[in-house]
C-alpha cells in the first residue's frame, strides 16, 4: 500500500506507518513471529511449504534470512511468565552440551533447562519434572553468556521470589567445570548434585582402564564395591580405592589419581542416598533430552553447517 515515508541523505529509509503497524519488512507481526515459530519447529524448506498452503508466500532462502534477522533480537526470558512453587516442591536447573557443524568446524551448544518437580508426599512418593514448567535455553556463546541467559529463565521462572533470597534451587550437572563455575556466579544458594549415572560410568572406565575391558569379571566386581560406597556417600573411600587401583597399575597411576582427584571436588554433591530420601532428582534426563531434541534435531541434520548467528537464532526460537 503507499504511505508516506522519510530518507536520508545516506539513503535509508523510514516509514512511520510500517512502524506503527510493528510490521517486519513486508511481514505484520503475527505472520513474522508464525515465520519464526514454525521455523524453529521444521527445517526452512518444510516450513516454507506450509506457509505456502495458509496463503503467505515465502521461499526458503528468504526464510532462513529473516528468520536469521529477527531471531538476533529475541530475548527468551521475555516469553517466560512466573510460576509460583507449591509446598515441597523446588525450582531445578540444569546444562549440558551438544555440538553442531560449523565452515570451520564443531561448536559446542549449551543448552540449559529450568523447571519445577512435583510436590513430594510419602516415602514412595518419587521426584519427577512437571513437563509443562519446563523452559529451555540454548546458544553457541561463551559461558559467561549462556549463564547470563541461563540465570534469566530461572529469575524470570520464580526461581528467586521477591524477598526470598535464599531460596532453594537445585543444580544437576555431569561435573564439567564450566558448568559448576557457573552455579558458583548465579545460584550460590543452590544444592548442587552431580548426575548419578556420570560417576558410575567414570568408574568403569577406569577399571577398564587399569584391567583392560576384556576383563570383564575383575572390571565388574571392582565397579561393584566401589559404586556401593559411592552410593553411601563414602567419596574417601571411593577415591582410596581408584588410587590404590592406581598404585597396583603403574602405567595407569596417573590417569587414575586425576580421577580421583575429580571425586574429591565434589564430595557433598554425591550423597546418592540421602538425596532421593530429602526428595531431590538426582538424574540429568531432561537437559540430555534437550540437547536432542532442542539443538541436534534441528541443527545436526545432514549436510548442515551453521554460523553463529544462524543458529543462535534457530535455537532461541527453538527454546520458545
Given at each position: 500500500?503507499?504511505?508516506?515515508?522519510?530518507?536520508?541523505?545516506?539513503?535509508?529509509?523510514?516509514?512511520?506507518?510500517?512502524?506503527?503497524?510493528?510490521?517486519?519488512?513486508?511481514?505484520?507481526?503475527?505472520?513474522?513471529?508464525?515465520?519464526?515459530?514454525?521455523?524453529?519447529?521444521?527445517?526452512?524448506?518444510?516450513?516454507?511449504?506450509?506457509?505456502?498452503?495458509?496463503?503467505?508466500?515465502?521461499?526458503?532462502?528468504?526464510?532462513?534470512?529473516?528468520?536469521?534477522?529477527?531471531?538476533?533480537?529475541?530475548?527468551?526470558?521475555?516469553?517466560?511468565?512466573?510460576?509460583?512453587?507449591?509446598?515441597?516442591?523446588?525450582?531445578?536447573?540444569?546444562?549440558?552440551?551438544?555440538?553442531?557443524?560449523?565452515?570451520?568446524?564443531?561448536?559446542?551448544?549449551?543448552?540449559?533447562?529450568?523447571?519445577?518437580?512435583?510436590?513430594?508426599?510419602?516415602?514412595?512418593?518419587?521426584?519427577?519434572?512437571?513437563?509443562?514448567?519446563?523452559?529451555?535455553?540454548?546458544?553457541?556463546?561463551?559461558?559467561?553468556?549462556?549463564?547470563?541467559?541461563?540465570?534469566?529463565?530461572?529469575?524470570?521462572?520464580?526461581?528467586?521470589?521477591?524477598?526470598?533470597?535464599?531460596?532453594?534451587?537445585?543444580?544437576?550437572?555431569?561435573?564439567?567445570?564450566w558448568s559448576w563455575n557457573l552455579v558458583d556466579d548465579y545460584f550460590?544458594?543452590?544444592?548442587?548434585?552431580?548426575?548419578?549415572?556420570?560417576?558410575?560410568?567414570?568408574?568403569?572406565?577406569?577399571?577398564?582402564?587399569?584391567?583392560?575391558?576384556?576383563?570383564?569379571?575383575?572390571?565388574?566386581?571392582?565397579?561393584?564395591?566401589?559404586?556401593?560406597?559411592?552410593?553411601?556417600?563414602?567419596?574417601?573411600?571411593?577415591?582410596?580405592?581408584?588410587?590404590?587401583?592406581?598404585?597396583?597399575?603403574?602405567?595407569?597411576?596417573?590417569?587414575?589419581?586425576?580421577?580421583?582427584?575429580?571425586?574429591e571436588k565434589h564430595p557433598h554433591p554425591m550423597q546418592y542416598q540421602?538425596?532421593?530420601?530429602?526428595?531431590?532428582?538426582?538424574?540429568?534426563?531432561?537437559?540430555?533430552?534437550?540437547?536432542?531434541?532442542?539443538?541436534?534435531?534441528?541443527?545436526?541434520?545432514?549436510?548442515?553447517?551453521?554460523?553463529?548467528?544462524?543458529?543462535?537464532?534457530?535455537?532461541?526460537?527453538?527454546?520458545?
Amino acid at each position: 500500500m503507499s504511505r508516506w515515508y522519510y530518507q536520508c541523505p545516506s539513503g535509508h529509509h523510514y516509514f512511520p506507518w510500517d512502524a506503527t503497524q510493528e510490521l517486519r519488512g513486508r511481514y505484520s507481526k503475527t505472520v513474522a513471529q508464525t515465520m519464526c515459530r514454525l521455523s524453529g519447529r521444521l527445517d526452512f524448506r518444510a516450513a516454507a511449504d506450509e506457509l505456502k498452503r495458509q496463503g503467505i508466500d515465502v521461499s526458503h532462502t528468504t526464510l532462513e534470512q529473516t528468520t536469521e534477522e529477527w531471531g538476533t533480537e529475541v530475548d527468551v526470558s521475555r516469553w517466560v511468565s512466573s510460576q509460583p512453587l507449591e509446598e515441597r516442591q523446588r525450582w531445578y536447573v540444569i546444562c549440558d552440551g551438544c555440538h553442531t557443524h560449523s565452515p570451520d568446524g564443531w561448536h559446542e551448544v549449551k543448552v540449559g533447562t529450568v523447571y519445577r518437580d512435583y510436590p513430594q508426599y510419602g516415602e514412595k512418593s518419587e521426584p519427577h519434572a512437571i513437563e509443562e514448567s519446563v523452559r529451555y535455553v540454548a546458544t553457541r556463546a561463551p559461558a559467561e553468556e549462556f549463564g547470563q541467559k541461563w540465570n534469566a529463565i530461572a529469575t524470570k521462572s520464580g526461581g528467586y521470589p521477591e524477598g526470598e533470597e535464599n531460596a532453594e534451587i537445585v543444580p544437576i550437572g555431569d561435573g564439567a567445570p564450566w558448568s559448576w563455575n557457573l552455579v558458583d556466579d548465579y545460584f550460590p544458594t543452590a544444592v548442587e548434585i552431580v548426575d548419578y549415572p556420570h560417576p558410575p560410568l567414570n568408574l568403569g572406565t577406569g577399571a577398564k582402564t587399569a584391567f583392560g575391558e576384556h576383563n570383564e569379571t575383575q572390571v565388574s566386581q571392582w565397579v561393584k564395591i566401589t559404586e556401593n560406597q559411592l552410593f553411601l556417600g563414602n567419596i574417601q573411600q571411593v577415591t582410596q580405592r581408584i588410587r590404590q587401583l592406581g598404585e597396583a597399575y603403574p602405567p595407569h597411576q596417573e590417569e587414575l589419581n586425576a580421577q580421583a582427584a575429580d571425586f574429591e571436588k565434589h564430595p557433598h554433591p554425591m550423597q546418592y542416598q540421602t538425596f532421593p530420601e530429602k526428595g531431590y532428582q538426582i538424574g540429568s534426563g531432561i537437559v540430555q533430552s534437550a540437547c536432542k531434541h532442542v539443538g541436534a534435531e534441528m541443527c545436526k541434520q545432514a549436510g548442515m553447517k551453521w554460523k553463529n548467528t544462524g543458529s543462535d537464532a534457530i535455537l532461541s526460537w527453538r527454546c520458545i
